[in-house]
């Protein structure tokens, strides 16, 4: 199982780390332009303004391809949030717990059985991890994956997302005013392409989880092209899911999508116009 990455490209470092660039007083000097005094930039500091700033590495390098699920966990509401008094004080301890609970919740649900040794696992792990600001793109590795496993990780995905009202939101509200009331998921498979050095990647999926998890009146949403999800009536599915013709903007008006059947029956029904049936 490939080693999980985490990136977090909107993590504070010095600018000889190359990932902010925020010259400090000493990268400035006094000079004489066009007979006038000037602070200007040392021209060390300004060659440093490059795509090495991404942390991307090599990013002409070969791209390789692979097989994957992607999630893509987003917090409704994260906007507002960060918009209430004194946010400095608000949302750096929520994000450091909910990014904790996140990734407990990634392993935990992941889990059939616990050994001295370590775990028997449901589904393997992620691969890739990264912060975007509101949410989490998360990426699994579906080349080897079988039917079964790659219908536990949407189960899982769905699961955390009803965690988050149950359990985390209950606890944060105890410690943190306002916090982002719903957590959403959208879910697609496909083919990732790694950039630079494999510090991220990009592909139709990613962009196809971002847009699912923006459909209103849902938490959850899977675009089941490459994930058998069988919801015929003698199906254990059946119970939970509905399959609907959805129109993606930017990539097709009858893209198929599985939703949470509850989610559905008490949708309202402006949202409901934008889904179909089959």
């Known amino acids: 199982m490939a080693q999980i990455r985490i990136s977090n490209l909107s993590e504070g470092v010095s600018l000889n780390n190359h990932r902010i660039y925020r010259p400090s007083v000493s990268d400035f000097t006094d000079a004489e332009l066009d007979g006038k005094s000037a602070s200007i930039l040392k021209k060390g500091t300004f060659d ?5 700033l991404l ?8 791209a390789n391809s692979i097989d994957a699920i992607a999630a ?20 750096p301890r929520f994000l450091s717990e909910f ?9 935990e649900e992941s889990v ?26 998360v990426l699994w590795d579906a080349s080897q994956m079988a039917d079964a496993r790659k219908r536990i990780v949407m189960m899982n995905c769905r699961g955390i997302c009803l965690n988050y009202k149950s359990t985390f939101y209950q ?31 990009v592909g139709s999926c990613i962009n196809m989880a971002a847009r699912l998890q923006k459909i209103p009146g849902v938490t959850f949403a899977m675009n089941i092209r490459g994930i058998t999800l069988d919801v015929s009536d003698d199906s254990h599915y059946r119970k939970y899911y509905v399959i609907k ?20 029956d008490v949708m309202k029904a402006r949202d409901k116009r934008r889904i179909r049936d089959l």
């Open 72 to 91: 893509v966990f987003d917090l409704e509401g994260f906007t507002r949030f960060c918009g209430q008094i004194e946010p400095q004080l608000s949302v």
């Open 112 to 137: 059939h059985k616990r050994h001295e040794l370590g775990v028997l696992l449901y589904s393997p792990l992620p691969f890739f991890v990264k912060f975007m600001g509101d949410g989490l793109l």
């Open 48 to 52: 440093q303004f490059t795509p090495a």
């Open 245 to 264: 013709r959805v129109s993606i903007r930017g990539i097709g008006d009858n893209e198929l999508v599985a939703f949470w059947k509850d989610e559905i």
């Open 171 to 201: 606890r944060i509200s105890k410690s943190v005013v306002d916090p982002p009331p719903v957590l959403r998921c959208g879910l697609a498979r496909g083919t990732v392409y790694s950039v630079g050095n494999g510090t991220d990647f």
């Open 55 to 62: 942390g991307l590495g090599d990013i002409a390098s070969e």
């Open 99 to 107: 990014m904790n609970w996140l990734m407990g919740q990634l392993k």
